[in-house]
């Protein structure tokens, strides 16, 4: 199973006290010298912390993947369409929430999405949806001409009890394996940490993880050559 680092965070940091530093592209050198498969970030419509600088500087340095995450408006479309990443991972987002809160409403924008996954195959680049663990959700995925889905796993992650963890594992795996039924790439994040990854990791279907506020958290105690290394280990066992 692959891992995409999710270097968000080192921005974060960086805008706290909006400085030139920390460097989230440093973060994202030192995350692939560690053996990450991928680099992932998210340029929100509000540009709290991922700035386009950062982007266009990364699209020039990653060496393995570059996955761009994004919503829906004119201006972050464009520009993913002037960079081209490898892959662009649509959100959902909602001005103020603290994280992304869920999947997308595949219903409620799909004409949307439509346009912008014809465009971005249009400059080949791949696609992926950010969905919830629903059958529905994937063969609407599948519908729209997606290349890829990312399952939700924050419900998983936040899960109060063992059976409610159990159920949400269940969900997330039926929606692995139909996804792969209709040819899909795999992905799934959100919420992920060295504690609750094992399971995850145990679903074959899945290609791919995208891990960010855990892995920058670690990282902020031991580096995060360390922090990526640690995590890869738990994929590998």
């Given amino acids: 199973m692959r891992l995409s680092v999710n270097v968000d965070h080192i921005a974060t940091l960086r805008e706290a006290r909006k400085t030139a530093y920390p460097d989230p592209v440093a973060a994202a050198i030192l995350a692939e010298l560690a053996g990450a498969h991928g680099i992932t970030v998210h340029l929100r419509e509000d540009r709290r912390h991922i700035k386009e600088r950062d982007v266009e500087i990364l699209r020039k340095t990653v060496k393995t993947k570059l996955n761009l995450e994004m919503g829906?408006?004119?201006?972050?479309?464009?520009?993913?369409?002037?960079?081209?990443?490898?892959?662009?991972?649509?959100?959902?987002?909602?001005?103020?929430?603290?994280?992304?809160?869920?999947?997308?409403?595949?219903?409620?924008?799909?004409?949307?999405?439509?346009?912008?996954?014809?465009?971005?195959?249009?400059?080949?680049?791949?696609?992926?949806?950010?969905?919830?663990?629903?059958?529905?959700?994937?063969?609407?995925?599948?519908?729209?001409?997606?290349?890829?889905?990312?399952?939700?796993?924050?419900?998983?992650?936040?899960?109060?009890t063992p059976q409610d963890a159990s159920e949400e594992l269940e969900k997330i795996a039926g929606t692995a394996i139909l996804a792969k039924k209709l040819e899909l790439g795999v992905n799934a994040g959100h919420g992920l940490n060295y504690e609750n990854v094992r399971e995850i990791a145990l679903i074959e279907e899945i290609d791919e993880l995208s891990i960010g506020h855990a892995i920058i958290a670690r990282a902020s105690l031991v580096g995060i050559e360390e922090a990526v290394k640690q995590m890869l280990k738990l994929l590998e066992k």
């Fill in 72 to 160: 829906l408006s004119d201006s972050v479309v464009k520009f993913a369409l002037k960079v081209r990443p490898d892959m662009v991972t649509i959100v959902p987002e909602r001005p103020g929430e603290v994280t992304t809160e869920g999947g997308l409403d595949l219903s409620k924008s799909s004409e949307r999405l439509s346009e912008v996954i014809s465009l971005m195959h249009e400059a080949k680049v791949a696609v992926s949806l950010f969905i919830n663990p629903t059958p529905n959700s994937v063969k609407k995925a599948h519908k729209l001409g997606a290349d890829f889905i990312e399952i939700h796993t924050g419900l998983y992650a936040e899960a109060k």
